[in-house]
């Protein structure tokens, strides 16, 4: 039976190199020093309120919400792995698997975390499942996103069973074997709710006709950001799991996956990159010539205040939109790994910068005859907070690697990169 | 009863700019007074009367005060649709805009939808001076830290004169016991307020006048909330384009 008192070293895998417990506690130091301060500063927002951040009546959501919008599209790698290796069996992809899962589950986890303290009554939060409002996105977003990190921990649940002691509970192993045989309809449920609410957190952006930057006509109750967001969520989410696989390779400086793989999630992400800038060209021009003019709103209001010129959304398609996608879709550039990983980061920045413009943009830009062009800089409680969620994601994945099978390529050899 | 659809018109060459309905509003709806680290942008003020500029400079510059509230939209009411736990409708026997504050989430996912910011979020706990909490109206609920609060035609006004009603056992509420505090209170009766689905009202006539315009009314909101003014500068602001006499004034 395990138990606390068994050494360090037993609970690591066997056959894998890890380096020793006073140094991993030493490297992960500062990551818990981050997130104690990010923990203080939610605390100060729990307890005196929202008035510790620089969010006001006219700009009601943040830095809060975009990093939410921006990690949970990151975070899409999860169920989008899911979807290729259980439903459209690539079997190639399993060896980044685990890493997805984990991946996913800091990125949901870290913002649900998030979203309590950016609400104003958090205890109310139960309120949503029992007075919802069908008609809302936000509900569907908070139905699915709830549903999903269900799922998400259960997909953890056989990874954190692997662990070298916990396989030594045979209750445990029979549970992990039984559990096993779900996981398949989970990344099939989990595909649906997160298809559904990568749509709706661009549907709450589409719906809002009163803020004509955002406003979208679509198909149907879904404006077209809702397919756009699922769209860009899809593809980076592969990127992003490409990015991280080779950070922590070079962290540990071991090959932990082949280069096949990363080349197999650069060129899907390529791929769907590339679907994803023509769809956004398309509903570009729909919204610039059509949805913006029959609100009353000239096309060029919407850029005609600095530094939120035509620039952005240039850079949004075209630098890190078409670029990334010629990048990891090139045979030349996608055989390289350092290509793979710069196109793979701009499709990432993509990301963070289409959320960035649809919630700070939106916001900033005035809708009266006599309204400001506002900005915002967030207050350090904000950035704090945030800080924190991105500490627990460190700590959580170094624990993860340190002590559960992500990278099944590992135990089979170990070898230096400087030595390859 | 028959269907009611409550609105006003706010005539603007009348509005002194003054404050009083502000007052009376903050009075009648138990707005606590401002905190000391309350911003222009962090404070409660369901009716604001904002002070706008025609843009221009010297002797050509003109102005006007803008009374600003919420504007009970009734078409695809932005604020309503939004909310994720059902604390905004659009009460179907009055048309007012309603915010149940609680079960409000403050997601404040309601004032990223709504276009005239007339939406206000309870940044810091309410708090009165010593003595000051006799002078709360017992019949308005106050809000706690955390939640969305905005106009609602002065709601306890609305009870009372349909709990009058009811003694006089009629489901038909007197027009005249039925006034909004900021309406009663302003000194050149700049606000003309009623029911704008009776044809024979004053306000239902004043808002067809060809004076009377509606903010942003290209958005297809229907608001409630008219306006009149003779000038058509002022005329002009309704579908203005967005942050124009601000860029005018900052050159």
């Known amino acids: 039976?395990?138990?606390?008192?068994?050494?360090?070293?037993?609970?690591?895998?066997?056959?894998?190199?890890?380096?020793?417990?006073?140094?991993?506690?030493?490297l992960l130091a500062p990551w818990f020093l981050l997130l104690a301060f990010g923990l203080y500063s939610a605390y100060l927002c729990l307890r005196y309120g929202l008035n510790q951040t620089n969010m006001d009546n006219r700009f009601p959501f943040g830095l809060w919400i975009f990093l939410d919008l921006a990690i949970i599209a990151l975070g899409a790698g999860a169920f989008f792995t899911g979807f290729l290796v259980y439903i459209l069996k690539m079997k190639e992809l399993k060896p980044v698997l685990n890493t997805a899962v984990v991946v996913g589950f800091i990125c949901y986890s870290g913002a649900v975390g998030i979203l309590g303290i950016d609400v104003g009554q958090p205890l109310r939060s139960w309120f949503t499942f029992w007075h919802p409002n069908t008609h809302s996105m936000l509900t569907e977003v908070c139905f699915c996103i709830t549903c999903y990190l269900v799922v998400l921990l259960l997909e953890y649940?056989?990874?954190?069973?692997?662990?070298?002691?916990?396989?030594?509970?045979?209750?445990?192993?029979?549970?992990?074997?039984?559990?096993?045989?779900?996981?398949?309809?989970?990344?099939?449920?989990?595909?649906?709710?997160?298809?559904?609410?990568?749509?709706?957190?661009?549907?709450?952006?589409?719906?809002?006709?009163?803020?004509?930057f955002a406003f979208r006509e679509g198909f149907a109750i879904w404006p077209s950001t809702f397919f756009l967001f699922i769209l860009s969520a899809i593809a980076a989410g592969p990127s992003f799991l490409l990015l991280i696989s080779s950070l922590v390779e070079k962290i540990t400086a071991r090959r932990l996956v082949d280069t096949a793989v990363l080349r197999r999630l650069g060129f899907i992400s390529g791929i769907l990159t590339a679907v994803?800038?023509?769809?956004?060209?398309?509903?570009?021009?729909?919204?610039?010539?059509?949805?913006?003019?029959?609100?009353?709103?000239?096309?060029?209001?919407?850029?005609?205040?600095?530094?939120?010129?035509?620039?952005?959304?240039?850079?949004?398609?075209?630098?890190?939109?078409?670029?990334?996608a010629g990048m990891l879709l090139h045979p030349k550039t996608a055989s390289r790994r350092g290509w793979?990983?710069?196109?793979?980061?701009?499709?990432?920045?993509?990301?963070?910068?289409?959320?960035?413009?649809?919630?700070?943009?939106?916001?900033?830009?005035?809708?009266?005859?006599?309204?400001?062009?506002?900005?915002?800089?967030?207050?350090?409680?904000?950035?704090?907070?945030?800080?924190?969620?991105?500490?627990?994601?460190?700590?959580?994945?170094?624990?993860?690697?340190?002590?559960?099978?992500?990278?099944p390529r590992e135990k089979k050899e170990v070898n230096h990169v400087s030595g390859r | 009863m028959k269907t009611r659809r409550y609105g006003m018109v706010i005539d603007l060459d009348r509005c002194t700019g003054c404050g009083g309905c502000m007052v009376a509003?903050?009075?009648?709806?138990?707005?606590?007074?401002?905190?000391?680290?309350?911003?222009?942008?962090?404070?409660?003020?369901?009716?604001?009367?904002?002070?706008?500029?025609?843009?221009?400079?010297?002797?050509?510059?003109?102005?006007?005060?803008?009374?600003?509230?919420?504007?009970?939209?009734?078409?695809?009411?932005?604020?309503?649709?939004?909310?994720?736990?059902?604390?905004?409708?659009?009460?179907?026997?009055?048309?007012?805009?309603?915010?149940?504050?609680?079960r409000c989430l403050g997601c404040r996912y309601c004032m990223t939808a709504c276009p005239y910011h007339a939406r206000y979020f309870n940044w810091q706990d309410p708090e009165w001076p010593a003595g000051m909490e006799h002078s709360l109206n017992p019949g308005v609920a106050t809000r706690m830290r955390g939640v969305v609060e905005k106009c609602n035609l002065c709601h306890?006004?609305?009870?009372?004169?349909?709990?009058?009603?009811?003694?006089?056992?009629?489901?038909?509420?007197?027009?005249?016991?039925?006034?909004?505090?900021?309406?009663?209170?302003?000194?050149?009766?700049?606000?003309?307020?009623?029911?704008?689905?009776?044809?024979?009202?004053?306000?239902?006539?004043?808002?067809?006048?060809?004076?009377?315009?509606?903010?942003?009314?290209?958005?297809?909101?229907e608001p409630k909330v008219h306006y009149r003014s003779n000038r058509p500068w002022v005329r002009a602001l309704a579908d203005g384009r967005p942050g124009a006499t601000q860029e005018v004034q900052r050159g």
């Not at chain 1, 066997?14 to 030493?26: H, I, K, L, P």
């Not at chain 1, 070298?164 to 649906?192: D, K, N, W, Y």
């Not at chain 1, 919204?287 to 009353?296: F, K, M, Q, R, Y």
């Not at chain 1, 005859?369 to 207050?379: H, T």
């Open chain 2, 156 to 221: 306890a006004r609305l009870h009372s004169a349909e709990d009058k009603a009811a003694a006089r056992k009629t489901s038909e509420i007197d027009p005249g016991d039925y006034v909004p505090a900021c309406v009663a209170s302003c000194p050149t009766n700049a606000i003309l307020f009623g029911d704008l689905a009776d044809p024979g009202s004053a306000v239902a006539q004043a808002a067809k006048s060809p004076q009377s315009f509606r903010l942003l009314e290209k958005l297809g909101t």
């Open chain 2, 25 to 102: 509003c903050a009075a009648e709806n138990n707005v606590p007074p401002s905190s000391p680290r309350a911003t222009v942008r962090t404070g409660l003020t369901p009716m604001r009367v904002q002070p706008v500029s025609n843009g221009a400079a010297g002797a050509a510059r003109r102005e006007v005060f803008m009374p600003l509230m919420c504007m009970q939209c009734e078409h695809e009411t932005p604020c309503v649709s939004v909310c994720p736990q059902q604390a905004v409708e659009v009460d179907k026997a009055t048309g007012i805009v309603t915010q149940m504050p609680q």
């Open chain 1, 276 to 324: 994803y800038v023509v769809a956004k060209s398309v509903d570009t021009l729909e919204w610039l010539n059509v949805t913006s003019p029959a609100l009353g709103f000239a096309p060029w209001e919407h850029y005609a205040y600095k530094p939120f010129g035509t620039w952005l959304m240039l850079a949004e398609i075209v630098l890190f939109g078409l670029v990334p």
């Open chain 1, 157 to 212: 649940i056989p990874v954190l069973l692997r662990n070298r002691q916990l396989r030594r509970v045979p209750s445990f192993l029979i549970f992990e074997h039984r559990f096993h045989m779900l996981v398949p309809v989970l990344a099939g449920v989990g595909t649906l709710l997160s298809f559904f609410h990568q749509g709706s957190l661009g549907g709450l952006y589409g719906v809002l006709r009163g803020r004509p």
């Open chain 1, 1 to 26: 039976m395990a138990s606390v008192a068994v050494p360090d070293r037993q609970w690591i895998a066997r056959g894998v190199e890890r380096t020793s417990a006073s140094r991993f506690a030493t």
């Open chain 1, 340 to 407: 793979l990983i710069a196109g793979a980061g701009l499709v990432c920045c993509g990301i963070l910068l289409n959320r960035f413009t649809m919630t700070i943009q939106t916001l900033a830009l005035p809708t009266l005859a006599f309204d400001e062009f506002l900005s915002y800089v967030p207050s350090w409680q904000e950035v704090a907070s945030f800080g924190a969620v991105i500490a627990y994601g460190v700590i959580v994945y170094s624990v993860s690697y340190r002590y559960l099978p992500l990278f």
